[in-house]
């Protein structure tokens, strides 16, 4: 169950999120406006800017699978300053969602999860999927998108959910 | 599994939206704002104000239960204009989500879920759910936070995911 509501999810949004990002670059290419202007944008100046909120979107997903998992996920060092560097990071966190299997998930709903900051506490499993990897995955997606629109790309939500698998 | 995946989360998520509405009301009136000038606020000119993300992230918990269920959900006519009011629409929908057990749920991954947008096209239960309704439902939920955020509210990450279950 862990498997299918996260990983080919987090891989179509961050899909998604990387077609967004074209729309935004083709907006600010066009109003000759660095790109790196709308990575240092942000809602509030105590929020962090769509630079980091693109980062903590593919971290949330790398790090849901790899805990979940008890696998060790790849390192990433946060410097990404253009749009091909944040799409080469969407790329590999899509890559390495694509490496886990529903296999890899054996025991995931009732295994033990922590991280530094928690200072030894844990959730289950299931409950860090579903109280904090998810929401916090559609939050800094989210954030990442309003602040685009915020900034006049022509984004729309039919962007951010992608396509439905409708059937006749 | 989809009950687990959506009445539960939905209900725990609208609770902390009532809080963070609370603490939107109290910064309005420290600053001697109108409530309804946040609810008239947004993100972009072309973008619904708080108020209609307000009855959308209800909303769209309601109607995925109700699709799921098959079962006609109560009909709101969108009016809402305090704190009060709002309040009492999350709490209606929570109410709402309460009174499904995971019974009802029984045969809703492969229902056939359809709306009148959809012209006649379907989506299974389960694609609704994962590929539709959580990802709208954070959508709406983390936009009506990020008007707040963006207009000064003092609230934080942790008011907008809730308490988590910590073990130790």
Redesign the interface.
Known sequence: ?LY??TI??FT??LNNLSLILDRAAQYASSKKIDFETLLHSR??PD?FPLSRQLQITCDTAKFCASRLCAKEGPVHDDKERSLQEFKTRIEQTISYLGMFTESDFKGAEDR?ISQPR?E????TG??YT???A???F??HL??A??IL??N?VDIG?KD???P?????
């Open positions: 169950m299918q509501i080919p999810q179509k949004m809602l509030a929020q033990k928690w030894g506490k844990n959730l299931t409950e579903l109280q904090h998810i929401p916090n559609y939050f989210t954030t998108y309003a629109r915020h006049g939500k951010y959910l992608g439905m698998p409708f059937k006749t």
